[in-house]
């Protein structure tokens, strides 16, 4: 795959993936069409030499893998990792508000969202649904609107002459988003207008809605930026960014060595679930696939856990340590922390570094001030879970956690050749 395709592509992977569920459904197309076999895991698996599967856990995390030639308990996995999820503001299940005519929708705050940015945005909704069907059949379903249907609108400056000094936001009364006016009287229930958009999608007619997931999102497509074009801005490129090198990177390889790539829902709450990265998706995946010689075969591997980086911002230059500053569209970013909130350790470290330089593409690497406190990734999770060499890397960017994010349109694609090598490579170590 050339840049200016790898990007374009990207810009398509990002806006049909407005949901971890959406993400995961956009990676199971393109796995399907390279010939990958599903995995269901309440079914009994056989897995043969130099073949490709997938495994779904709850819709939102995936775990695809290539078998290789080589046994995988002395030949090792080549392993990368990224998460499906991104800071948003997502339904509460009683949502609707009714004030002043105004239709409304209570939002819960999901992650550390950066709120400020998420005022005076066109906001679309989607997400997953489950609901009885015309049969009486309970199942799951996704949703997108697709267009802007949702506001939330700032308070005028005339009415808060302290906004640009002293503005605050309360998570509770300044975010539900205004959706249609309606007499204060209306019974209409977001469950109905729900019911309307799942028929108006796939023709699925809805007897009842059971439950739902959902979130809103960022309605403006993904676009690159600047003079000449050197950036790119979409939402959710913290992480989905990470899935889809980690993706093209798998299909890419030559498939002769074993290589897996995981992406996991809720890092950004802290992973604790049955399809997070402190759960057992993984260790389960590579249990059923390694057998008895599992402990063996990750003493031969090495997991690059992929989520991106703090870019030096060029009006807050002194909230990075002046040596350890990334630089957009300078290369990936190896992120270092001695107090283990990164995985990196000068082995893994290494490796990048040496096939990096192999193919000739640059590289940064990233310390937090001291004086800060620094974030962290599903790298020390998966470590510690699995034992396995880990390296935290990812692409530099501006805007962290804010409805809409900035990377250099150079570093994703300096990413995948690098982590597409590293699935190909026979010799890890």
Not at 156 to 172: G, K, M, P, W, Y
Not at 277 to 293: D, I, K, N, T, Y
Not at 306 to 332: F, S
Request: charge should be negative; proline fraction near 4%; glycine fraction near 8%.
């Amino acid at each position: 795959m050339e840049h200016a395709e790898f990007n374009k592509d990207l810009l398509t992977f990002l806006d049909a993936s407005p949901t971890p569920w959406h993400g995961v459904a956009t990676m199971k197309k393109r796995l399907d069409a390279a010939g990958f076999e599903a995995l269901d895991e309440r079914e009994d698996w056989s897995l043969a030499a130099n073949r490709g599967y997938y495994v779904i856990r709850n819709g939102s995390s995936i775990v695809a893998f290539r078998t290789g030639q080589r046994d995988v308990t002395t030949a090792g996995i080549r392993m990368v990792g990224a998460h499906t999820d991104s800071p948003c503001l997502k339904v509460k299940p009683n949502p609707e508000l009714r004030r002043k005519g105004f239709f409304q929708l209570g939002v819960e705050v999901y992650g550390g969202v950066l709120l400020n940015p998420w005022f005076d945005r066109d906001l679309s909704l989607a997400g997953r649904v489950t609901v009885q069907d015309e049969d009486g059949t309970v199942r799951d379903t996704l949703v997108d609107f697709r267009k802007p249907v949702a506001f939330i609108p700032s308070l005028a400056i005339h009415l808060d002459r302290e906004a640009n000094s002293n503005r605050t936001v309360n998570a509770q009364t300044d975010l539900p988003p205004v959706m249609m006016q309606r007499p204060d009287n209306d019974s209409t229930r977001f469950t109905d207008v729900l019911s309307e958009q799942i028929a108006a999608e796939s023709g699925l007619k809805v007897r009842k809605v059971l439950g739902y997931e959902l979130s809103f999102y960022d309605a403006q497509a993904a676009s690159f930026v600047g003079l000449r074009e050197e950036f790119i801005a979409s939402a959710r490129l913290d992480n989905l960014l990470s899935c889809y090198i980690g993706l093209q990177a798998l299909l890419s390889a030559s498939g002769d060595e074993a290589a897996l790539l995981v992406c996991n829902d809720h890092e950004e709450v802290g992973s604790m679930s049955a399809e997070g990265a402190q759960g057992p998706f993984l260790s389960a995946v590579l249990e059923r696939w390694c057998g008895a010689g599992k402990a063996r075969a990750v003493a031969h591997s090495m997991m690059v856990s992929a989520d991106n980086a703090h870019g030096v911002h060029p009006n807050y230059i002194d909230r990075h340590d002046e040596n350890h500053g990334p630089i957009l569209n300078q290369g990936p970013v190896i992120k270092v922390n001695h107090n283990q909130r990164y995985a990196t350790n000068s082995r893994s470290a290494a490796v990048y570094r040496h096939i990096s330089d192999e193919l000739g593409l640059p590289h940064q690497t990233f310390s937090v001030r001291s004086d800060m406190g620094c974030g962290s990734t599903i790298g020390p999770l998966t470590a510690a879970n699995l034992g396995v060499t880990t390296l935290d890397i990812g692409v530099p960017q501006f805007g962290m956690h804010s409805i809409r994010e900035m990377i250099g349109a150079g570093d994703g694609f300096t990413l995948y050749r690098v982590l597409t090598e590293f699935m190909q490579r026979k010799a890890i170590f």
